[in-house]
């Protein structure tokens, strides 16, 4: 079973950048596609971006579109995030999952695996 662990969230300021790595470990990291979600205090958990297996094709929310980018190193097991032009509403905890199944999938209840978050705070 595949286990994901984010790390490289924090504190900056609004403009700034951060990046995100998601590690996988204990399984294939080829077989799922992946994904990035984030919850804010009191809000539901909404999706970010998503990236197929191989890496060929991304998927982004609205509001994050032109701003982040989704990546993937198949040979070093990991996920990325790339968030530049940061707003204090991007404020929330990250989470990267997993998805068994190919397409444009953006609800939560479609991905099987979670791992436990990173804080991203915005100061403005």
């Known amino acids: 079973q595949v286990q994901l662990v984010e790390s490289g969230g924090g504190l900056v300021p609004a403009g700034g950048s951060l990046r995100l790595s998601c590690a996988a470990s204990?399984?294939?990291?080829?077989?799922?596609?992946m994904g990035w979600f984030r919850q804010a205090p009191g809000k539901e958990r909404e999706f970010v971006a998503r990236?197929?297996?191989?890496?060929?094709?991304?998927y982004y929310a609205d509001s994050v579109k032109d701003r982040f980018t989704i990546s993937r190193d198949n040979d070093k097991n990991t996920l990325y995030l790339q968030m530049n032009s940061l707003k204090p509403e991007d404020t929330a905890v990250y989470y990267c999952?997993?998805?068994?199944?190919?397409?444009?999938?953006?609800?939560?209840?479609?991905?099987?695996?979670w791992g436990k978050g990173t804080q991203v705070t915005v100061s403005s």
């Open positions: 999952a997993a998805d068994r199944f190919v397409g444009v999938r953006k609800y939560a209840s479609n991905y099987f695996l």
């Open positions: 204990g399984g294939t990291f080829t077989n799922y596609a």
């Open positions: 990236i197929s297996r191989g890496g060929g094709s991304t």
